[in-house]
């Protein structure tokens, strides 16, 4: 049996069990208030800027024969002297496979003077590179220059050519899925609230039959809500660091609270050296970060540009899931703001977190931090709990 026609039997033994969708506890939170929101209201923009850290979202694999896109598109094995497309009706062609991402939110911005409204996270994907996925026939996807779909420990993450995640899930991934999209090197992947993966309140697995999730893919792409395009494949495991870690005071005895924050967070706004940043050389003669303020509240750490309207000028952002059931936030919050001072180090590996320090050779822990700091970079931040203000005329 040649490798089409096996991935052919697992591609139909694996269709009755999709791929499982974000089982992370953040997807499903009802933190964003439904109903309209005052665009000029600082607590929108603080639910916004919680929005771009939310990168947790139902995922789905399949192909691009799925029936969900509609008709069948054929594959193209010749073209004739006057255009005409020669179609492999052979069944062998392994089709293109597809990962889809549906936010468990949207957010749709309504412009009064045009009547016009669009869904923000698809047009900042958009702008970041993808491409609009209007209606009719879905062949391909245009390629995104330097994004990326890769493997994780848990499943699979999007990024972009800044290393920017867009888009992480937990998800079991289907062998032969992954054997296709390794002999392509790329897949093309879809982004969207209307990808038909999540079941509508009232609905069953069962009852929510293929024909509805196809309208309702559909009814997406006549409304401008899905994005798309073939990014590269990256079959082999992700070893960097793509969460936030926080520290109280006291750690490698510094008397300020710590944020350890991947490199890629900075990496798209320049590199962390644009905000003043130096590589760790110890905990001494640390300088300040450059145009920089850290607003702190009761379950989020966001970091600002104080050169630009607050409306652009998020940089990053971590939101504390913990908050609710963990005191420690809330004493890390308490020294942050008492202090007015929270030390930012920034990088590319993982760092061991408090819990590990309690391992059973916290010496080695303590050496795996320092080389982790050595390969970093610093700066102090000043704290707020206050929002930033509008910049003045």
Excluded at 117 to 126: K, Q
Aim: glycine share 8%; proline share 8%.
């Amino acid at each position: 049996m040649g490798k089409a026609a096996r991935n052919r039997k697992r591609r139909e033994q694996s269709r009755s069990q999709p791929s499982t969708a974000s089982s992370d506890p953040a997807s499903w939170q009802h933190w964003l208030p439904e109903g309209p929101l005052d665009g000029h209201d600082p607590q929108t923009h603080a639910l916004l800027a919680r929005l771009a850290t939310e990168h947790h979202m139902p995922c789905k694999l399949t192909y691009l024969d799925d029936p969900v896109f509609g008709r069948r598109v054929l594959p193209v094995a010749d073209i004739t002297e006057d255009g005409t497309l020669i179609l492999d009706h052979s069944d062998t062609v392994d089709p293109i496979p597809v990962a889809m991402f549906e936010p468990p939110r949207c957010v749709i911005s309504h412009d009064t003077r045009t009547g016009t409204a669009h869904d923000l996270l698809t047009e900042a994907i958009i702008a970041a590179g993808f491409h609009r996925i209007s209606a009719g026939a879905l062949w391909t996807g245009r390629p995104a220059q330097g994004w990326g779909l890769y493997r994780n420990a848990e499943g699979l993450v999007l990024r972009d050519a800044d290393g920017a995640v867009y888009a992480e899930a937990t998800t079991a991934l289907d062998p032969a899925w992954v054997s296709i999209a390794t002999s392509l090197g790329s897949v093309l992947v879809l982004h969207g609230p209307c990808l038909g993966i999540r079941i509508p309140p009232g609905r069953t697995q069962a009852s929510y039959t293929v024909a509805d999730r196809a309208q309702e893919i559909t009814r997406g792409r006549r409304d401008g809500l899905l994005a798309g395009a073939t990014v590269s494949w990256h079959p082999e495991l992700l070893v960097e660091t793509l969460n936030w870690v926080l520290f109280q005071p006291g750690m490698c005895s510094q008397p300020l609270p710590i944020a350890y924050i991947p490199i890629w967070e900075f990496n798209r706004h320049g590199g962390p050296e644009t905000f003043g940043f130096i590589p760790f050389r110890g905990f001494t003669d640390i300088p300040p970060a450059h145009g920089m303020v850290a607003h702190i509240s009761d379950t989020d750490v966001d970091l600002y540009r104080l050169d630009i309207d607050p409306d652009l000028s998020f940089i990053c952002g971590y939101h504390a899931l913990e908050a609710t059931t963990d005191g420690r936030y809330a004493a890390w919050k308490q020294a942050a703001l008492t202090t007015r001072a929270l030390l930012l180090i920034t990088g590319h590996r993982e760092i061991p977190t408090e819990a590990s320090t309690q391992a059973a050779n916290p010496q080695a822990c303590y050496h795996q931090i320092w080389e982790v700091l050595r390969e970093s970079h610093i700066a102090v931040v000043t704290t707020t709990p206050d929002h930033p203000a509008p910049l003045k005329p």
